[in-house]
């Protein structure tokens, strides 16, 4: 059989894709990338995020199997598929690095995340030897490895092996007491320890667990994960660490609605992500004085931040929008006085502003020197 493998939205290398390739390659068939150029017997499509759009254009198979959390948080690997080694080939990854999970679930049920509703609470899955079969290092995607005994026992196992981890999806800092931290301090890390840090109780947790960490001997640095959603509380929780030590390194996360896939990223996250994700801007740089596009500064409309374009504030715009516009249209030389500053004025706004940041500026400065309450005045008193 002629495959094809789809990786619709990620490039990170997709377990379920190179357990596939080996699963056909095991019976003989050819497997490749898509090629739209070309003609499958079966393609397989992955797609990891249920926000980002779908592959649109017509794949050329006789058969189509989509899978993914973005298309199907319930559909699994068949066990003979899911046990294989994966066929590393297909993403040239390194011939001493695996990839897999210890675990699988989460005992949790965080509002953004879809790991609980997914997999379920947490329970042993496979064990690091099957997972490396003699590599030296591995990723593993545990959501929650603290979470459970198993996983525990895990890790006590990859420190007699000497195997070199990285627990990409983040540690529970809260999980770590002085027996765990211990543990933690004599694992080989690939590049860092990540914690999750996602609201301002996990601050003080994650400055508890790398003390303790440290305390046994740890150097090295902690990659911090941290969701973005109100702007004040989240500025202040990636901010913190830039006085504490270049060892910690926020990442920022933009809030991501499940429910929503029409969901609009907000500005200020995306600026945001881009001056904390960068260490080099982050530790140089404060966000205020971060410059995201040619010519534009935060610090001209840091005041968009506040604004979430909510149901009641697109309500509010809309109908700032209509009293604007009649009052555009109302001849009165006053209002056409008032009306030419207004223009005047903004010639001076900030140049490159996205349409958001547009929005709140015109509003901030119209809440500030309430022009459009004026123009009303006149209005009322020119009608009786
Ligand atoms: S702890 Fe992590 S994996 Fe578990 S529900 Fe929360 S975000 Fe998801």
Redesign the pocket.
Same mark, same amino acid.
């Given at each position: 059989m002629n495959i094809g493998i789809l990786a619709v939205d990620s490039n990170f290398p997709n377990l379920a894709l190179m357990k596939i390739s080996a699963y056909h390659k095991a019976r003989g068939d050819q497997v490749e990338w898509y090629n739209p150029l070309c003609k499958y017997d079966k393609v397989y499509a992955a797609k990891v995020f249920t926000f980002t759009p779908d592959y649109n254009y017509y794949i050329n198979a006789n058969q189509i199997e989509k899978g993914g959390t973005g298309y199907d948080i319930e559909k699994v690997l068949p066990i003979e598929v899911d046990r294989l080694q994966p066929d590393y080939s297909i993403y040239n990854i390194d011939s001493n690095l695996s990839y897999g999970f210890l675990t699988r679930g *989460?005992? @949790?049920? *965080?509002k953004? *995340?879809?790991?609980?509703k997914k997999e379920g609470k947490i329970s042993p899955y496979m064990d690091i030897e099957e997972i490396t079969a003699g590599r030296k290092k591995a990723i593993l995607m545990d @959501? @929650?490895i603290l979470?459970s005994n198993y996983g525990l026992q895990q890790i006590e196992k990859i420190i007699k092996l000497g195997i070199k981890v990285d627990f990409n999806?983040?540690l $529970?800092a809260r999980l770590i007491t002085d027996e765990i931290a211990r543990l933690l301090a004599k694992v080989k890390w690939i590049k860092r320890i990540r914690f999750?840090c $996602?609201t301002p109780g996990q601050i003080a947790e994650v400055e508890r667990a790398s003390a303790l960490i440290d305390k046994y001997g740890y150097k090295g640095e902690y990659f911090l994960y941290c969701i973005l959603m109100d702007f004040e509380e989240s500025f202040a929780r990636v901010n913190y660490w830039k006085s504490k030590s270049r060892r910690f390194l926020p990442h920022c996360q933009p809030f991501r609605d499940l429910n929503n896939p029409h969901q609009i990223i907000p500005q200020w996250q995306k600026d945001m992500a881009h001056w904390a994700d960068r260490k080099e801007i982050y530790m140089s740089c404060d966000f205020k004085d971060f410059s995201p596009r040619k010519g534009f500064y935060v610090r001209n409309t840091l005041k968009y931040c506040e604004m979430k374009l909510n149901k009641k504030t697109e309500r509010l715009i809309k109908r700032r929008a209509a009293e604007f516009k009649k009052l555009y249209e109302t001849p009165n030389p006053e209002v056409d006085k008032i009306i030419s500053e207004l223009r005047a004025e903004a010639t001076k706004r900030p140049q490159n502003m996205s349409k958001e940041e547009e929005i709140a500026y015109i509003l901030k400065k119209a809440d500030e020197n309430c022009d459009h309450i004026e123009i009303r005045k006149i209005l009322n008193v020119s009608n009786t």
């Open positions: *989460c005992p @949790n049920r *965080c953004w *995340c879809v790991v609980p @959501n @929650n979470a999806q983040g $529970d999750g $996602d």
